[in-house]
């Protein structure tokens, strides 16, 4: 699928724009969903909050695979999540790294401090500019056995600055580890993945310190 996808999103993006190119990742996110039903694994969002529109959100999640992203993209399409990830990710995977490159995602070297920063900068202006959904893993790195990392702050506290009026979406992801419990062979079988949504934070509602604290605490006390 992610190289059947790769040469449909370039045609989309260099034949009729941005807005065809999202709805080619969508349909490639949904079809990346539906394939971990082979391995008998559903995946369902629960969200029991109405999330705000015409303004930024920030979904914040932990991180337990690479199954985490698709179902991100899927699920909160109409908000046209954007991913904050590591530069390696921007070259050499079908499809996902030429989505990073040009879909507006921000690519951040995670051994270059002032690339990060500068990056950072330039994605959370345009996150508010276009009232995009902003996606990111304060964690840093896939938790291997599920249990949270501590939260890194310094990516949300870039974005959070440029985006005081919009609202910070927190995320709890439960059982993508098990696809990879025994490493990339053989995959786990038959553990059913579940997103929660939380209730929204106004970013401007609390000081950063506060905001940090409510999220991680959400995020990380539903984690099974």
């Known amino acids: 699928m992610l190289v059947i996808f790769h040469p449909l999103q370039w045609i989309s993006l260099n034949v009729f724009g941005h807005k065809a190119h999202d709805k080619v990742v969508a349909a490639l996110n949904f079809f990346l969903v539906k394939s971990l039903l082979i391995l008998g694994i559903p995946i369902r969002l629960i969200n029991k909050h109405t999330l705000p529109e015409d303004t930024s959100l920030i979904f914040v999640s932990n991180h337990q695979s690479t199954f985490d992203i698709p ?18 990710l921007g070259k050499g995977i079908p499809s996902v790294s030429y ?69 910070i979406v927190p995320l709890t992801i439960n059982n993508s580890w098990k696809v990879f419990k025994y490493g990339k062979f053989p995959l786990g079988l038959g553990s059913p993945i579940s997103i929660t949504t939380h209730k929204p934070i106004k970013i401007d509602s609390l000081p950063f310190d506060e905001l940090m604290k409510e999220v991680e605490t959400a995020v990380t006390n539903h984690i099974q």
């Open 71 to 88: 179902p991100i993209g899927w699920f909160f399409r109409k908000h046209h999540p954007k991913f904050v990830a590591k530069i390696e």
């Open 99 to 167: 989505n990073l490159r040009h879909g507006g995602a921000a690519l951040i070297n995670r051994k270059d401090a002032k690339q990060a920063l500068t990056e950072l900068g330039r994605f959370s202006k345009r996150i508010r500019e276009k009232k995009w959904g902003a996606i990111i893993f304060p964690e840093g790195t896939r938790s291997r056995t599920g249990k949270p990392k501590p939260f890194s702050t310094n990516g949300l506290k870039m974005i959070t600055k440029y985006n005081p009026d919009g609202y």
